[in-house]
């Protein structure tokens, strides 16, 4: 997918806000973007669709092809005529219906007398007693149809033939068919807005990665690239928008109803899974041409009445020529579209030609939306675009290199959405939004390597499941490794030439590394100690990362696969040993060094020593995805220079130290006090990058003590070390009246003034309160700052009551802009009445007051509070069967609730609970939630360890440094 599940990018918002008065008010953000998809439930047993013209006896034996979830190599598809015709009304039934026909031309390549073709959860007419009509193209003639049925179980209309296809021939199989055009985000569907209190229907699609054969019957794998031509029926008062440009309307009178029919330019030749049909009333916004490219921005008329897409529009044209000139290769289509839609479970999708979006990923209002609202849009919109070359154009075989892609357009939007907003340092970010993050998860025994073969990949749900934190994080890190040590050009070359070999094709992940070497063999003096493929295998085949140590004594330098839990048993082998080529970049006491390398599990490097006055820092920039540890002297230097000159160390190293040490820590490779240690430094910090590296490692302290006695000198401790921070933005904006200039400067005063008020720090509590009542008691004038309002509503909500709370509610029900809605969601979660929390647990299950796409995220906001999270954990177990049933068997979001609701758990209470749980609802399996709910058995048994380990002298560190 292009993107079609992005999780939990903080982009500045969510942020830790810390706990109050043992009650937590903790919130970090989830975003839901490409990286955060929230699929239905592919293939779990249509009831339609099981007719069988001629039932006879099908024996079902694992043996036949059927059975198999790939199609087999028989037929290849040329081109598709399909033609659609969705209803915004429901028909007398109450059914809101979508009707079509279609054609597609296929070849014979082997002989065969079977067709098997996807198609899912659709009513085929039956023509001359069958589900579909054959016939031959050209000199062909098409054997007689002996039957035809339909396999709920692996999606297929399949066709026994009463004799065999010819190879080399082609033959055209028309189908007549009805299907749902129901809310569940999947395939075609109805996605409902309210505009001026009257409800509004859209007609969109999400394809990825196997609701295109909800549509129409197709060949739906990606490598089963083909020609379409679409033709879309629909109503004069909508637009219909499909891949490519429309080239025609026509007028015409069916059954008494008024229709228009949009046809559209054929295709390129594409996957199916980036198709994308839609009808609706949107209005578009659009730039002037420049080489002949049409780029539409699409919302609700009011969000474009509103300008909210003039951004995005702003961007796109840059961002595109920035990839023309990145890839070397033209923009391969004549137009794009872009369009944000109120219902749509990914944060994003890259259909080629017409990217969808939920509307916070794409419209920006200038009055109204925060910074962290444009970085978002900016980076979702970069990612995406990278998507129409990388992905799109050419496209991996199979799902079970979704890494490449997905790692892929993670990576380089980062370039992208510099390349628009420069002044940013948004390139920096991808060490907090992406290499941080997946380090947390790739650390565990359960982890996986990013490559999978191709034979487990299979099934729908293992195909969802590709779609991690894994696939995207640390795809996007070990591509900036490989882009650091080839140096950029040559990167550059190599991927634009693997794209101009490929293009219209498909590939499978080693394509790009042929491409890569070839380009390093043609750079004169370019060395790498390996080729390409043996570098990067180890990084791909083998799960986990090496932590690097170097003693400055000796020189000596060793890796070793990092684990969390040190006494966590990695039972899946490797070929490598889990030893890994590591480049590495370092500094010696400020100066840059040249790159070494480690190929064996331990070496020595002389220049590595240091005495004196020297230190060395390792992994300058983080360019490599590995953590750093050193011998007790270099620790103590490189903490004493931050003490006394931070400012020697890169803003990125130094958020490297603290997350580094805090882990390290972790997995008892070093003491808990020396990762305390790196964060004295930072009442002297004023950075945003290493606060909230210094904020996400001390969550962890958060979430296991702020239900014990620790708790009270943690608060102090912090205190102390924000009161600084605070008071040197109340300064910089005179007195919170101004908004800092530096984009990240900005996001630092959010983490200001959300951990002083959590903490308490004088003054704090009492600019919130005031800022919430006087909004309060003039509800039409919000006197608070877009970038503060996440912030302020939480805390608002955490230390007020239920006139907070129903009015924020309110304020939700009134507010037209997505983004706002999320804050106020998010805010909600924030209060401490066990009751009022209930109650919101109530409405996320009723989509009248939580839209479904919101549904998962905001049980997971309610189980980030301290209070919320025993109450979001009962909710969860009571509402099992339904919830699982809504959204169990293919979404992303769903392995998320499991690991969002359990982050806290640490008591062995609560690890029997859990497995209590696991046994109780072991019939009905957990569906993607799997894996999910096995890192939490082994996440809340390290907790437990971790805790009693290091209570006591957590304990006495802070209360000895607080004072
Ligand atoms: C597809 O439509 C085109 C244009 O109407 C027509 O010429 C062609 O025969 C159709 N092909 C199939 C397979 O139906
Ligand atoms: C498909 O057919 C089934 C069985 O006749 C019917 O219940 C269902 O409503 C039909 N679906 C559509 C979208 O027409
Ligand atoms: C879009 O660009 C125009 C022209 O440069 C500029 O005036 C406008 O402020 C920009 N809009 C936004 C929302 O950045
Ligand atoms: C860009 O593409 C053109 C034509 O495909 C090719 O001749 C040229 O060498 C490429 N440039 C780079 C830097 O790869
Ligand atoms: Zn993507």
Known sequence: MGKVYYLSKNVGLGLLVLAASALATIIALSIAYDKAKNRGKPGDGATDSTSTPTPATTP?????????????????????????????????????????????????????????????????????????????????????????????????????????????????????????????????????????????????????????????????????????????????????????????????????????????????????????????????????????????????????EKNQGEYALNVTGPILQFYERYYNATYPLSKSDQIALPDFNAGAMENWGLITYRETALLYDPILSSTGNKERVTTVIAHELAHMWFGNLVTMRWWNDLWLNEGFASYVEYLGADHAEPTWNIKDQIVLYDVHKVFAVDALASSHPLSRREEEVNDPSQISEMFNTISYSKGAAVLRMLSEFLSEPVFAKGLSSYLNTFAFGNTVYTDLWDHLQQAVEKTPGMHIPHTVHDIMHRWTLQMGFPVVTINTRTGSITQKHFLLDPDSVVDRPSQFNYTWFVPIKWMKTGVEQQQYWLLKKTDTNTEMRASGGEWVVANTNVSGYFRVNYDTDNWDRLISLLNTNHQSLSIINRAQIIDDAFNLARAKIINTTLALRTTKYLSKERDYTPWESALRSLDYYILMFDRTEVYGALQAYFKKQIQPLFEHFKTITENWTKVPTGHTDQYSQINAIGVACSVGVPGCRELIKSWF?????????NPIHPNLKTTVYCNAIAFGGVEEWDFAWRMLQNATLASEVTRLRSALACTKAPWLLNRYLEYTLDPTKIRKQDATSTIQYISRNVVGMPLAWNFFRAKWSFIYEQYGKGSFSFSNLVSGITTRFSTEFELQELRKFKEDNLDGGFGSATLALEQAIEKTTANIKWVTENKANVMKWFTEEST
Request: glycine share 6%; charged share 20%; with cysteine.
């Open 773 to 781: 009542k006087q909004w309060m008691e003039n509800p039409h004038h």
């Open 60 to 304: 079902f034996t694992s043996k036949d092809p059927w059975d198999h979830y790939r199609l087999p190599d028989s037929l290849i598809p040329v081109s598709y005529n399909v033609t659609l015709w969705p209803r915004l009304v429901p028909n007398i039934d109450g059914l809101y219906i979508f009707t079509g026909h279609s054609g597609v031309v296929f070849r014979c390549e082997k002989e065969t007398d079977l067709i098997l073709i996807h198609s899912n959860k659709l009513n085929l007419t039956t023509i001359n007693g069958h589900h579909a009509k054959l016939s031959g193209l050209g000199e062909a003639t098409a054997p007689a149809i002996q039957k035809s049925w339909l396999v709920v179980k692996t999606e297929y209309l399949v066709l026994q033939l009463r004799s065999r296809l010819t190879v080399g021939a082609s033959y055209v199989l028309y189908v007549e068919f009805q299907g749902e055009l129901a809310d569940d985000l999947e395939g075609f569907y109805r996605s409902e807005y309210v505009d001026d209190g009257v409800k509004r229907v859209v007609a969109t699609s999400q394809m990825q990665a196997t609701y295109a054969r909800k549509t129409f019957p197709c060949f739906d794998e990606p490598a089963m690239k083909a020609i379409f031509n679409i033709i879309i029926y629909h109503s004069q008062d909508t637009v219909a928008l499909s891949n490519g440009r429309e080239i025609g309307t026509k007028d015409t009178i069916i059954d008494g109803m008024a229709v228009r029919v949009t046809t559209f330019e054929p295709t390129e030749k594409m996957s199916t899974y980036v198709l994308a049909f839609i009808v609706t009333d949107f209005v578009s916004t659009q730039s002037n041409q420049h080489n002949n490219l049409l780029i539409r921005i699409w919302a609700r008329r009011k969000a474009i």
